[in-house]
């Protein structure tokens, strides 16, 4: 018996990525073949000529009636659906080990955890996380993979040859060969089907080293980093293949335009992972010298029939589920051996439900979001309104029943509901704090406070309950603090990184060569800080090294720091030896997230401010009686204007009489 094969299946528009697969696979597996199930390769195409690649057609497997097999499905689930079949027949030419692999996929080191482990073992899948999602989305990231994914990726799936593998090759071809379905409920083409397989054979193992199916889904929880030596890391282990499931070369964002949700597809960027950078430039590099351009030029084999109509799905769905109007014909694309055939598919469509309701995608919708699962409980909770009598029936009074002694009811608190936000910030910062912190009671620190209303980054957070503390070093600004900011902590002082009386300049020719209280955070934080403080603002015209060399981030540590960056960086390296991670960076400020809170904090951030964030500014006025009539008569003056015009004038005849009636009507 002979000791190993790799597999895979392609169209014919994909062979690039074969391509890519066969060159990573001959230089870490030279003595392994790699078997190509091509699904539609045209007569006059040219094939990617590997030393280690096996061509064979989809339509020479054991399947049952090809032309109908082929038709039920579209071009992804099909190639889904082949997987099984192509594995049995590779495990027919006597191979010991075989693994299946994702055409998608680059391999970067050899095997060995996996071929060890099949000496031992007859199956071995991989999952699509092998710890706990991060954050406090992690139950709807683990519930969206269940419910629309898979706990495990199909992606890989090394087998022994022994009746074991191959009793779990023929079960899963079995399902598949009409219920290879996708975004149906539950259902997620092949790989759904892999939930069952840990309790249907005995003698699996679920391959858990980091470094092994590494894709979008698990980047948050694998992070790739660069070892000393250049080598790609998978959360500290060796990287052994990447799945590059949604790879765009002309992406200069995002190494997938997949995401389990937005937060998580905020760790598929290059600027938050730069080690992906490297990663991708790799693959790019490899898909090019593969000739995409060429590959991606064939359409797709079996997407027409043999005149030429395109397919529709609702005909695909009902050859699937074997309409009897369907019966007799044993292939489905020839339309001059059934010259009805167009007319039969569109009566047989009609008469099936072709309509499935993507339930994959409403659950994502429903689960990637805490607020809206929590707002559903809400609902759920509401007592239904009764049934009001019909009005024929005689309703009898009710008499009045006293109140039974017992255990007084908790109250139920509603959750926190924001009114729509009013900016009052000078860029706009106070929006992207509050995406980061919608709730109702939280704690800031603001030196160089300047002013408590006019381009203030804390008065929205002060005006729904916040509290905190307000540095500034111009005595008629503190006071003005201290007058409208009761709750807060005011204090007149410079931050610097020293303690005691100082001369200082403001620049401003009012307080130029006063004596001023000097301070550092850590004795502010020492004197007024007991709990957590959500964010750290600091806004010191040109000083803010001196600020944050006086800052013990050790002991204190803001959960989001917001500095001003019009002046030196000479400060940057600080903030990051202090364990913070830039994430944002508006042209004005530099927004960074502790180490710790970094897969919570770093998505909420990591768009900058724009018109979903729903907030108005508190220099935008609000349209009096007097300004409402003038713009209705300027808007008169220009309908009257426009009537002169033939066509206009026209259009607007009936319109501009009712303008001016309600105009006369508003005066």
């Known amino acids: 018996m002979r000791d190993l094969a790799f597999i895979t299946i392609s169209t014919c528009n994909y062979l690039h990525s074969v391509s890519c ?131 495990f990726n199909s992606g890989f799936l090394a087998l022994r040859n022994n009746a074991n593998g191959r009793s779990m090759v023929a079960w899963w071809k079995h399902r598949k060969t009409k219920h290879c379905l996708h975004n149906t409920p539950h259902t997620f083409v092949d790989q759904t089907w892999f939930d069952f397989v840990p309790n249907y054979f005995e003698n699996l193992w679920v391959e858990r080293h980091k470094g092994y199916n590494v894709g979008h889904w698990s980047l948050p929880e694998r992070p790739i980093t660069l070892s000393e ?33 937005e937060r998580r597809g905020w760790w598929n960027r290059y600027d938050v992972q730069p080690a992906l950078v490297v990663l991708a430039e790799g693959y790019r590099e490899a898909l090019a010298r593969a000739n995409p351009d060429y590959y991606r030029s064939f359409p797709y084999g079996h997407a027409t029939l043999s005149d030429g109509t395109p397919i529709s799905n609702e005909w695909r769905e009902a050859v699937r589920l074997e309409h009897p109007l369907l019966a007799g014909i044993e ?52 007592p239904k309104p009764q049934p009001s009598a019909a009005p024929s029936q005689k309703v009898e009074p009710v008499a009045a029943v006293s109140p039974q002694p017992g255990p007084t009811p908790k109250r139920r608190v509603p959750a926190f509901k924001a009114p729509k936000m009013v900016s009052s910030a000078m860029n706009r910062e106070d929006v992207l704090l509050f995406r980061a912190f919608p709730k109702s009671q939280g704690f800031y620190i603001d030196v160089g406070a300047a002013h408590p209303s006019v381009d203030s980054s804390t008065k929205w957070m002060y005006d729904i309950g916040w509290q905190g503390i307000n540095l500034e070093p111009y005595a ?36 130029s060569g006063a004596k001023i209280q000097a301070t550092t955070l850590t004795k502010v934080c020492e004197a007024h800080v007991a709990g957590e403080v959500d964010f750290l603002r600091i806004d010191a015209n040109g000083n803010e090294r001196a600020v944050l060399l006086g800052m013990d981030f050790d002991r204190y540590r803001p959960r989001v720091l917001v500095i001003e960056h019009t002046h030196s960086e000479s400060w940057n390296h600080l903030v990051l030896e202090a364990r913070y991670h830039l994430v944002q960076f508006d042209g004005i400020y530099r927004f960074y997230v502790r180490e710790e809170d970094l897969h919570d904090l770093a998505p909420r951030l990591a768009a900058p401010v724009n018109c979903m964030d729903e907030f108005t500014t508190s220099c935008e006025p609000i349209p009096n009686e007097h300004t409402q009539l ?3 008569s300027q808007l008169e003056t220009l309908l009257d204007s426009l009537k002169n015009k033939p066509v206009i004038g026209q259009v607007l005849q009936l319109s501009s009489k009712k303008f001016r009636r309600a105009t006369r009507q508003a005066a």
């Open 476 to 511: 008629e600004s503190a006071e003005r603090f201290r007058q409208e900011r009761p709750r807060d902590v005011n204090i007149h002082c410079l931050v610097t990184d020293q303690v005691g009386e100082i001369s200082y300049d403001s620049g401003n020719g009012s307080e």
């Open 21 to 151: 697969l066969a060159e990573s696979l001959m230089q870490h597996h030279p003595e392994a073949p790699l078997y190509v199930g091509l699904v539609d390769a045209p007569g006059e195409i040219k094939l990617p000529e590997h030393e280690n690649i096996r061509y064979f057609q989809a339509k020479d497997l054991n399947i049952t009636n090809w032309k109908r097999y082929s038709f039920q499905y579209w071009n992804f689930p099909l190639c889904a659906s082949l997987k099984a079949p192509a594995i049995e027949m590779v495990l027919d030419l006597q191979y010991e080990k075989v693994i299946f692999i994702d055409a998608d996929t680059y391999v970067y080191r050899p095997m060995t955890e996996v071929l060890d482990r099949l000496d031992t073992h007859d199956i071995i899948i991989t999952p699509h996380l092998s710890d706990p999602a991060n954050g406090d989305e992690g139950p709807d990231v683990e519930i969206s993979l269940r419910t629309t994914a898979g706990t």
């Open 229 to 261: 030596s250049g080598e790609l890391l998978a959360d500290g282990q060796p990287l052994v293949f990447y799945h590059f499931s949604g790879f765009e070369p002309e992406n200069p964002y995002s190494i997938s335009k997949y995401m389990l949700s």
């Open 331 to 382: 292939d489905p694309y020839d339309t001059s051996a059934t010259p009805e055939l167009v007319s039969l598919l569109n009566q047989a469509s009609a008469q099936v439900q072709t309509k499935r309701p993507t339930w994959g995608r409403r659950i994502k919708s429903i689960y990637n979001s805490v607020t809206r699962r929590v707002s559903l409980k809400q609902l759920a909770a509401k």
């Open 630 to 632: 003038a713009r209705l």
